[in-house]
């Protein structure tokens, strides 16, 4: 057999287990653009996951949810419902991307796990960029 092997507590006696990413923790994180970066308006965004499934909103289910991008305002705190405002945009269908139209200047992008019904999940990623009105490459 292949996998992870676990020792129950007193029995001594080893399991093994087929899927090992069972129990990794749900990761999110921006593809692009990357943290430091100047990006012209309008800024494409692309959002990548990793041990969780990411689906269109609707029942809160185990190991799935769909992703929230928050301009400009802090990340919610897990159990939270996140807010459906101009600075949460809920990728209810199931979105890895997006394209968000932005006033030029610094600005803060959380990436945050939420489950089907829209509840703030640990998994988080942040984000700094500067947004130019004109293309073009660059640092902050």
Do not use: K
Not at 30 to 35: C, E, K, M, N, T
Not at 38 to 59: D, K
Not at 127 to 139: A, E, K, P
């Amino acid at each position: 057999q292949s996998g992870v092997m676990r020792t129950s507590t007193w029995t001594g006696q080893a399991r093994y287990v087929s899927d090992p990413a069972s129990f990794l923790a749900p990761r999110v994180y921006f593809r692009s653009p990357v943290d430091g970066t100047s990006v012209p308006t309008p800024v494409e965004v692309e959002l990548a996951a990793e041990h969780v499934q990411i689906e269109p909103a609707g029942t809160a289910r185990e190991g799935a949810g769909y992703l929230v991008i928050i301009v400009d305002a802090p990340c919610a705190g897990p159990g939270e419902p996140i807010p459906d405002d101009d600075q949460h945009l809920h990728l209810r269908a199931g979105e890895t991307s997006a394209r968000l139209s932005m006033f030029s200047g610094r600005h803060r992008l959380c990436l945050q796990l939420a489950d089907g019904a829209g509840i703030a999940q640990p998994a988080t990623d942040v984000i700094t960029i500067l947004v130019t009105s004109s293309s073009g490459d660059g640092n902050l």
